[in-house]
């Protein structure tokens, strides 16, 4: 988690892969310091931002307004700036949510 980055301002910055269109949206660990994500969502009219925000909240728990894409929006490949925790809170809180699987949400019935 070497990439996740404390701003002066206490903002944190962390460096996301999404994987859309998955069984279920969930936090799938890291990599190289880089948070993986698998949302259900499809990765049309934003609707895998707007799912990978709302897993992130949960996860971390903070309010959707706490995070932001700063880079990324139509790539895989994002980075989040979050509002309100340092960077060791932020660590903690993820790896706490990928552990106990806490931030999971299955995908709708069809």
């Known amino acids: 988690m070497k990439n996740i980055k404390l ?4 903002k944190t910055k962390i460096p996301v892969k999404v994987h859309p269109s998955a069984p ?8 190289d310091g880089i948070l993986t994500v698998r949302v259900a969502a ?6 895998a ?8 909240s949960r ?5 959707q307004r706490s995070l932001t894409i700063l880079k990324g929006h139509t790539s895989r490949n994002k980075l989040i700036l979050i509002d309100g925790l340092n960077q ?8 706490i949510s990928f552990a106990s699987g ?9």
């Open 42 to 47: 499809p990765p049309v009219e934003n609707k």
């Open 24 to 31: 279920k949206s969930e936090i799938a660990g890291f990599s």
């Open 49 to 56: 931002n707007q799912e990978l925000i709302e897993l992130l």
């Open 7 to 10: 701003l002066p301002e206490g």
């Open 59 to 63: 996860a971390l728990g903070v309010s």
């Open 102 to 110: 806490t931030a999971t949400k299955s995908q709708p019935e069809r």
């Open 88 to 95: 060791d809170e932020a660590r903690k809180r993820l790896l």
